[in-house]
């Protein structure tokens, strides 16, 4: 049986107020604490694999909607970072892999996965096996590896990273302020002020409506064999640890009033999955990491993803041209420190760990040190181990 996931403390607990939705200051500020992973997999998708941005953020903005609607907490809808990451390099070095053809294909693959692994049952099956230190291990390793790549970004322009880091120390707990508009504000009076022709370009662009329309009719065989072969099936585990697992655990321990199951995550995953290619959208899933940087800047409901998801329908129908120039208001030191900040929310969270063996805890630091360097790995080996400790085939 499932060890229950013990709810935080009081004074930890980001309550939902019984189940209902939010549209205010705090609610919109968290909607983008998010953006630390969001941005970067965004412009390299419409600049690398030439992906329509059209496509890219409605996808988004339907499944932020919809996400909000059904969980009614800050669940995230996020890329998923290995198709991303395998997508977007082999565009870079020119290697005829990946193009927007395929990554779609990807993603109708990856549906088809979840759904499955979420009708039949298997996603809960698979989550009982690995075991509760498993899971927290993993959202301890997210949020330190958050943590490193905040650092790194931030790391690209210290001085502006480390004046955002402050603004946010100082004002995270302000909700007449809130930190992430400021935040925000500064990265963009920073733009304004380095790049000018950026916000000259944004102020220039007119509204031009663009209707939905169907993307599909061009796949091959070739782009739903090399799709799913090398975007799809590699994604699995990671999808399986960090968006199932680990935000199945930091929901119910944040939200015990509006607990989820990972059968729940993964046909979700399925579904926003299947119906965001067709509108030429990119393989999505949920992400632990995106709903701790929400609630760190300070959302507590489902209004903020159905928030941002709002904007990007407008953007997308709107003024999809020019996306990409809007994106580059972000400076990547701000992005950093928003990056930095979620994944210290993570990794505070993992450590309550109350009554668990020495064996236990050892398979959850070695998990935490694993995640940092591969999350699918990490989840495979913990589960398995974790099964071998509980039968009593392995001491620890």
Known sequence: ?????????????????????????????????????????????????????????????????????????????????????????????GVALTNPNVVYAAGLATGLIWLVLGLTGLANRVARIMGRPVGQGIVLGLGFSFMLDGLEMAASGWTLGAVGAIVTLVLLHNRRLPAMLVLLALGMAVTWVQEPQVVGQLVAAEPAFRAPSWTLGTLTWNDVVVGTLFLALPQVPLTLGNAVVATTTQNNRLFPNRAVTERQVAISTGLMNLMGPALGGVPMCHGAGGMAGQVRFGARTGGAPIILGAIFVMLAIFFSPSIETLMMLFPRPILGVILFFAGSELALGAFKLEEITRGERLIFYTVAALTVWNVGVAFVLGATVHALFRRGCLKL
Do not use: C, W
């Open 1 to 93: 049986m499932k060890t229950a996931e013990p709810p935080a403390p009081p004074s930890e607990r980001a309550s939902v107020g019984g189940g209902g939705l939010r549209f205010g200051l705090m609610e919109f500020a968290g909607a983008f604490g998010d953006l630390g992973t969001l941005v970067p997999f965004l412009i390299a998708y419409i600049t690398l694999a030439h992906v329509d941005p059209y496509g890219m953020l409605l996808g988004f903005g339907v499944a932020m909607i919809a996400s909000g609607l059904y969980y009614r907490t800050p669940f995230p809808v996020q890329p998923m970072k290995a198709i991303g990451a395998v997508a977007t390099t082999n565009a870079a070095h």
